[in-house]
Nanobody
């Protein structure tokens, strides 16, 4: 059974930075991050797949960076220049080629429990 454990969430002021980590129980074709703000649909934040290719949500391009440690089956999300609109629950996620082709929550095969990120103005 897939286990994804997130860490690194918290509260920060606008303009600040946070780094999220996700430790996986195994190795997966794609791993990434989605987020869900109150009363909004879950959206893709960043994704990295086995070939090293990455995808980002439009709202975070240039500010967030995803990376992975293959030896540890760990994925990181470095979040810089944070904005109040980045406030959300952030979920680690895994998936296969379908997720690689369609960066959409319906193609995720496993979810972590989530970690809260709050950005104050």
């Amino acid at each position: 059974q897939v286990q994804l454990v997130e860490s690194g969430g918290g509260s920060v002021q606008a303009g600040g930075s946070l780094r999220l980590s996700c430790d996986a129980s195994g190795f997966y074709y794609c791993m990434g991050w989605f987020r869900q703000a109150r009363e909004k649909e879950r959206e893709g934040v960043a994704l990295i797949c086995s070939r090293g290719n990455t995808r980002y949500g439009d709202s975070v391009k240039g500010r967030f960076a995803i990376s992975k440690d293959n030896d540890k089956a760990t994925v990181y999300l470095q979040m810089n220049s944070l904005k109040p609109e980045d406030t959300a629950m952030y979920y680690c996620a895994t998936g296969g080629r379908a997720l690689e082709d369609n960066f959409f929550y319906r193609f995720v095969t496993a979810w972590g429990q989530g970690t809260q990120v709050t950005v104050s103005s």
